[in-house]
């Protein structure tokens, strides 16, 4: 994922990183996709969701463009540990 202040808007689809697999179930599951859907709402950067599922993020300065590479991190994380844990 490429963020550049004053350059085209950062575009994501949803299951990059803000949901859990289909494949995956149980309760670890379901507590990823609260934790994703938690980290997601905490980044107070203007974004869209397109009707094709991506994200586009807004960022108007370096302080914001952190914020999205910092959710992002802590998405991938997440997404890191369902899969140690999950056979």
């Known amino acids: 994922m490429t963020v550049d202040v004053g350059a085209a808007p950062v575009a994501l689809t949803v299951d990059d990183l803000w949901r859990v697999p289909a ?6 599951a379901l507590d990823a996709q609260w934790t994703l859907a938690a980290i997601l709402e905490r980044v107070e950067v203007a974004v869209v969701l397109e009707d094709d599922g991506r994200l586009t993020f807004f960022p108007h300065d370096s302080s914001d463009v952190a914020a999205i590479r910092e959710a992002c991190a802590a998405a ?11 056979p």
């Open 23 to 28: 494949p995956i179930v149980g309760r670890a």
């Open 76 to 86: 991938r994380m997440v997404h890191a540990h369902l899969a140690g844990v999950m």
